[in-house]
């Protein structure tokens, strides 16, 4: 386990308040395990990546791990849409590679534009899916899939339970999601991996081969 230094307490805290407040858009309570970190980032080849994007940095966890794993030179592009968990990210992760904006992800490809980012190898998503509505959330993983590189592959954990039963503040209803069959709509190719070592267990997909 990481040391719980101030500034990852800190962090923690807010994220829970933000929860608490407007779950729907936190889509958590607490940020996510190492071993949900580990299972977004592994086989991405991030030792080699010239770019990668993270959705949904949230206090920076798989920021953090992700930065560790990038060579020099390689640009990484966070995307939080909440300023104070923006400025959480850029104050725990500081890094010359790492740049923060703080926008909805739907606005990805004039964002990278703006960056002079280029092709991206790997989009890394923490952004909670099943809370959105439709038309945001098709915006977004279009968005992704139209800035990859080739060969560049889009990773995105979901929620085991969503698939079942899941609660939305904003709308007062329950609900089930399932992430595979929307995902598909968008990637030619999908799998995914469980990791039920993680509160709540999750499901990390790997999606290549956007869909134009
Ligand atoms: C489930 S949290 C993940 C936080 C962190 N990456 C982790 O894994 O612990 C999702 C994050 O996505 C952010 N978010 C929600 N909607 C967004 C959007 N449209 N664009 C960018 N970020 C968004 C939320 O503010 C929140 O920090």
Redesign the pocket.
Known sequence: MQPLDAARARAAWG?LA?GVRDFD????L???SRF??DA?LRGLHLERARCVV??????????RELLARVPRGCVVVG????PS?AEATRTRCRDPRLRVVC????RLPSMLEREHAGRVDAVVS???LSL?DAA?RDE?VRAAGSVLGPGGVYRQ?AYLHARWLAYSQARGAWFRWSARPFLERHYGSVSSELVAANLPPAVAYTCRAPRA
């Open positions: 994220f933000l858009r936190t889509a958590s607490v940020p996510s949900l970190v977004m993270e959705l949904g940095t949230g206090t920076g966890t798989v920021t995307v939080e849409l909440d968990l926008a909805c992800a739907r923490s952004l909670g959105m945001t977004i954990y």
